[in-house]
């Protein structure tokens, strides 16, 4: 509890004893039951409770926005209070609780608020206070904006990273709990790129900083929870524009019920009885207060997001987070999305020279790429790769690349590439990516690269199918062979091969025509590749993308690791948030206007308008808080 909770905590308890204390005084008659001075002692309580209320009401009325629930309270208790000194019955009871009853229910608002938000705080508790820098040998803590570019820092064990950037000396072993809601640790050593906001588990590390602060991973995934709730979902639009509409009509609606039954009752000769109507009507302000939606619904937007962060799922706005529940198709990028993309040579067939020189060249012709085909054709060369053996390297989009290698031309890629060379080449039958190689313009044979899928590839098909998911449609650049094997194998709808960028563009824009309109389109890729697809697809969703700014940048929701049952759990937390939504929008209509009616024709007093209003609203906040709780999803 802050301080501001506190203060109010003292002044709700000392308003209490005091209200108690009178009322105790009243009924044992030490306390007059009318007049002045029972007045004054019982406007004490009222002020020292409301004095805030009235104040905001006040500043509203002032700026012009005075349709709001301090206005609502500060008319409905003020005329409760008039209407008993006019009366005489100095009955100021009944006001002054509905005030404190409003304010306990404020302030447990504020505490459950400011919980929820603590709660997130915590569970992205990433943020580094400092970063090591070795000077003179010893170690100096810096600020972390500080820290230049190509710095060397140094991680102790149990410290967090603070910077990105790669491994320079040392090995350990990272807990990246805090970004990816996994436990799982992941070993580092000299060599490796590695993210700000890992905890270093074992070993000293130090690190050369490749981006500043600002740039860094941590930065970013702060920036992007603290921001999700500038970014409105249409439920939330809806509750802004429906309180905008509801607070002047049930005010206007207010008057009315206390004017017309009493003009009507002059009219027929009965002046008696004003009274009870204005009573009614102000009972029924208190009963129409709109908190409970206008706390309740952003509340359980903010609370999903935050859920939905601790286990590795960054959803850039609740308006994302909305139309995430609607998922009905989603189409998946292949290579690092399905499969690991760590692609090895499986086989070389047809060379018309040795192995070992086939993959030589066709190392040396890819050294410029930085593509997974690239690297493994150098994995499994072997060696360190030469530059200066290379030049004239040309890269030709969806085909491959062609390079002077040791002064032979070289021409290194897919079939297409070789017919569109003019070059005659054998076909290969094995299940891959298959590398053609040509040198001097003849065929000298072609190299057969394999993915792997990942382990819970099949597994998270099945369960998002399982959650509503009607469509799955997976997307490459491989060859239809590679490509209807993998789609087989994972048991999804649809596929299609041999794409270029373009045509992923272009295949997504057909599905998008295809599905209705309340159906929403989500496309998986690896963000850094795909980043038109991820911005055209009514859901982009970053696969893997911890250190990539491009994912971060085209996709609104992005998983922190790389592992598919992430898009699963993303949708059932999605809907499990937008289920808790309706529930509170429901609810809180339901029995407002149900409690309206009831003051309204007379069966419901103040007493009632206050549940109606606090009741509802702490109902309506403990419901929202449970979107916080997604672990089991």
């Known amino acids: 509890m802050n301080k501001k909770q506190r203060k109010m905590l003292i002044r709700i308890l000392v308003s209490a004893v005091m209200l108690g204390a009178l009322n105790y005084l009243g009924n044992i008659s030490i306390l007059p039951q009318t007049g002045m001075l029972r007045f004054a002692l019982y406007m004490v309580p009222y002020l020292i409770i409301g004095y805030d209320i009235l104040k905001k009401a006040w500043k509203g009325i002032r700026n012009g926005q005075v349709f709001d629930e301090a206005f609502l309270m ?36 504020s505490y459950a608020v400011g919980k929820s938000r603590r709660n997130i705080s915590e569970l992205m508790d990433i943020r580094p206070d400092y970063a090591n820098i070795e000077r003179d040998g010893a170690l100096e803590q810096v600020d972390p904006d500080e820290v230049e570019i190509g710095s060397i820092i140094v991680v102790q064990p149990g410290e967090k990273v603070p910077i990105d950037g790669v491994v320079v000396e040392g090995n350990s072993t990272l807990n990246t709990a805090a970004l990816t809601g996994e436990s799982l640790p992941r070993d580092v050593e000299t060599g490796d790129e590695i993210i700000s906001g890992c905890i270093n588990e074992s070993g000293v590390l130090k690190i050369q900083t490749t981006k500043e602060f600002g740039d860094s991973t941590v930065s970013k995934i702060l920036d992007l929870v603290e921001n999700a709730s500038s970014r409105k979902s249409k439920s939330e639009d809806f509750i802004t524009k429906f309180a905008r509409v509801y607070t002047p009509a049930v005010v206007y609606a ?53 859920g939905a962060s601790n286990a590795g799922v960054l959803v850039k706005g609740s308006n994302y987070l909305e139309l995430l529940s609607k998922t009905k198709i989603v189409v998946f990028d292949k290579t690092g999305t399905l499969t690991q993309g760590v692609f090895e040579v499986s086989g070389i067939h047809h060379s018309e020279i040795s192995d070992e020189q086939l ?30 053996r290379v030049s004239d390297i040309q890269e030709i989009s969806g085909k491959g690349v062609t390079a002077t290698v040791d002064g032979h031309s070289v021409a290194a890629g897919n079939d297409k590439l070789m017919t569109a060379l003019g070059v005659d080449y054998v076909s290969c039958h094995s299940v891959g990516t298959i590398i053609h190689l040509a040198i001097d313009g003849k065929y000298a044979g072609h190299i057969v690269i394999s993915d792997i899928e990942k382990p819970h590839s099949k597994e998270a098909i099945r369960k998002l199918k399982a959650s509503g998911v009607r469509k799955t449609v997976m997307l490459t650049g491989d060859s239809a062979k590679v490509a209807d094997q993998v789609a087989a194998s994972l048991d999804i709808d649809q596929v299609y091969s041999q794409l270029l960028p373009a045509d992923k563009v272009a295949k997504v824009e057909e599905l998008l025509k295809e599905k209705s309109e309340n159906e929403m389109l989500a496309f998986v890729g690896d963000g850094i590749n795909d980043a038109p697809v991820l911005r055209r697809a009514d859901i982009g969703i970053a696969m893997g993308a911890m250190g990539s700014d491009a994912a971060i940048e085209a996709a609104d929701v992005v998983l922190m690791d790389d592992d598919p049952m992430q898009i699963a759990k993303a949708i059932r937390i999605s809907r499990k948030s937008l289920r808790i939504v ?16 009831l003051v309204a024709v007379g069966v419901a007093n103040m007493w009632i308008a206050v549940f109606a209003d606090v009741g509802v609203m702490i109902l309506a906040v403990l419901n929202a808080i449970r979107a916080l709780f997604v672990k089991k999803l």
């Open 582 to 597: 309706y529930q509170n929008i429901v609810f809180s209509i339901v029995v407002k206007l149900l409690c309206l009616i």
């Open 254 to 306: 207010a008057i009315a019920l206390a004017i017309i039954p009493s003009v009507v009752n002059l009219l027929m000769g009965n002046a008696a009885g004003w009274n009870v109507w204005i009573y009614r009507a102000l009972t029924f302000l208190v009963a129409s207060c709109p908190c409970a939606l206008v706390v309740s619904i952003p509340l359980s937007f903010f609370a999903g997001i935050g």
């Open 74 to 109: 500060a008319v409905a208790t003020i005329g409760a209070i008039i209407l008993a000194l006019y009366s005489g019955s100095g009955d100021y009871l009944e006001a002054i609780a509905v005030m404190l009853l409003y304010q306990i229910g404020e302030l447990f608002q």
């Open 359 to 388: 993959v030589e060249y066709a190392a040396l012709a890819e050294s410029a790429s930085s593509h997974p085909i690239s690297k493994s054709l150098q994995k499994a060369y072997g060696k360190p790769v030469d530059r200066s």
